[in-house]
């Protein structure tokens, strides 16, 4: 069993949906962070979380250490978040991350 | 905010040569950086640990001699693919550790290398 890992894999939607990316593991961790991956390759860190809620714009994440499991929201989702977005673990120093899910936006 | 730079974005190359990917964290000097691979469709996987002023530390599976790594500085860390072959056609990503109470990983845009 993997130690992390994100749903759906995959998830296609319509311009201003409200999107829910999941993320559950099963070993301990520092903090967690989810990631966007673009078309390109480039990779931007979106939040790093060791508790509770983090927003910034229309984005907002949130954590359960308790459950171990965190999920990513997009409201009012544009076709520019259309990417891979990505959770991993951080453990001491290295980070574990999931497959990763593929988000569509449709206009 | 903190930056890495990675330099270059992609490469073509053919077999046999060698290919030196650099990954600079331009605002903040980093102790740790770290190289991953991405095969298409799949996630990074983490293949060492690059520390400043010591060897790199390589996960099971990465050959050192073929991916040699230096951090001579606290701000660069280069990876080098030594006698490229088409199996090694990927995408390579770099990170760096801003350290302190945050722990903020920094990814730079990544490399793309093709092996002909």
């Known amino acids: 069993k993997n130690e992390v890992e994100q749903s759906p894999q995959n998830l296609t939607a319509q311009e201003g949906e409200f999107i829910t990316i999941n993320c559950s593991y099963s070993?301990?961790?520092?903090?967690l962070h989810w990631l966007q991956q673009h078309p390109g390759g480039g990779i931007v860190s979106l939040f790093m979380?060791?508790?509770g809620k983090k927003k910034h714009g229309r984005l907002i994440a949130t954590i359960n250490i308790q459950e171990k499991h965190s999920s990513l929201h997009i409201t009012a989702s544009h076709p520019r978040d259309s990417a891979v977005y990505i959770c991993?673990?951080?453990?001491?120093?290295?980070?574990?991350f999931g497959q990763g899910t593929r988000l569509t936006i449709n206009p | 905010g903190a930056v890495v730079s990675q330099h270059p974005s992609r490469v073509i190359c053919k077999s046999g040569t060698s290919v030196k990917i650099e990954c600079r964290s331009l605002d903040f000097q980093a102790t740790t950086m770290f190289w991953y691979r991405q095969f298409p469709k799949q996630s990074l996987m983490l293949m060492a640990t690059s520390n400043e002023g010591s060897k790199a530390t390589y996960e099971q599976g990465v050959e050192k001699d073929k991916f040699l790594i230096n951090h001579a500085s606290l701000t660069l860390s280069t990876l080098t693919v030594t006698s490229a072959h088409p199996e090694d056609s990927s995408f390579y990503i770099c990170s760096a550790n801003e350290g302190g109470p945050k722990n903020i990983q920094y990814f730079g845009a990544g490399t793309r290398l093709s092996v002909l």
């Open positions: 991993a673990l951080q453990g001491a120093q290295k980070l574990v």
């Open positions: 070993v301990g961790i520092s903090a």
């Open positions: 979380l060791s508790s």
